[in-house]
């Protein structure tokens, strides 16, 4: 196993930071304990990964569950987004039901 390995590169916290821009070095934005965590995560008001500016959506490793290679911050931000825009396609499907339910007494069918 040793063999294989051709290099390695370690950086310190600091070093991560400047080349990341990550607080204090720490890759996943925020620290990973309890009061950091699911709807605290990374404040209260930024959580389930809405912001207070209509539209605009927050994810990566800063948010619910945190960094790693699992995707699902992005994942579960787009959920988020989704489920916001029922609505709109609520409105539509109603309107075309409307129009349907119109169009049938309109030609005299029950």
Not at 18 to 37: C, F, P, S, V, W
């Amino acid at each position: 196993m040793k063999s294989s390995i051709i290099a390695r590169h370690v950086e310190s916290p600091a070093e991560l930071g400047e080349r990341l821009g990550a607080y204090k070095g720490n890759y996943y934005h925020i620290d990973m304990t309890l009061d950091q965590m699911i709807f605290m995560r990374p404040l209260p008001e930024l959580a389930n990964y809405k912001t207070p500016i209509q539209g605009l959506y927050l994810t990566g490793a800063g948010t619910h569950p945190g960094g790693s290679i699992s995707g699902m911050p992005g994942r579960n931000c787009a959920r988020v987004f989704l489920s916001s825009q029922r609505p709109i396609a609520q409105a539509v499907n109603k309107f075309k039901d409307s129009f349907a339910a119109v169009t049938r007494s309109m030609l005299g069918i029950v």
